[in-house]
């Protein structure tokens, strides 16, 4: 079993930044993926960014340019550095595990999900 723990929520005025990271322990093995998703008040949840164990990386348009996903595989830790925040970025924001694939995008793909750490940027 694999646990993944969030942390660096907040809350931000628009234009500033934060960094989010994510914690996985147990059986994590190597060669997996990790990414982020969100979910806002009222909508559904949706991709944010990915990275591969290598390193590969893949964004939503919408935060393309603004934000960059990294990982420090020797501490199982991914991060979300978030710049330029707006506030359409507020949301819960979910770190993902994906053993399965080397890169994916796909909700259905994702094999462990933390439980989640709150953005809020203020206008």
């Known amino acids: 079993q694999v646990q993944l723990v969030e942390s660096g929520g907040g809350l931000v005025q628009a234009g500033g930044s934060l960094r989010l990271s994510c914690a996985a322990s147990?059986?994590?093995?190597?060669?997996?993926?990790m990414g982020w998703f969100r979910q806002a008040r009222g909508k559904e949840r949706e991709f944010v960014a990915v990275?591969?164990?290598?390193?590969?990386?893949y964004y939503a348009d919408s935060v393309k340019g603004r934000f960059t996903i990294s990982r420090d595989n020797g501490k199982d830790t991914v991060y979300l550095q978030m710049n330029s925040l707006k506030p359409e970025d507020t949301a819960v924001y979910y770190c993902?595990?994906?053993?399965?694939?080397?890169?994916?995008?796909?909700?259905?793909?994702?094999?462990?999900w933390g439980k989640g750490t709150l953005v809020t940027v203020s206008s």
């Open positions: 993902t595990l994906d053993r399965g694939h080397y890169i994916s995008r796909y909700q259905g793909d994702m094999d462990y």
């Open positions: 990275i591969s164990w290598s390193g590969f990386t």
């Open positions: 147990g059986r994590t093995f190597s060669g997996y993926s």
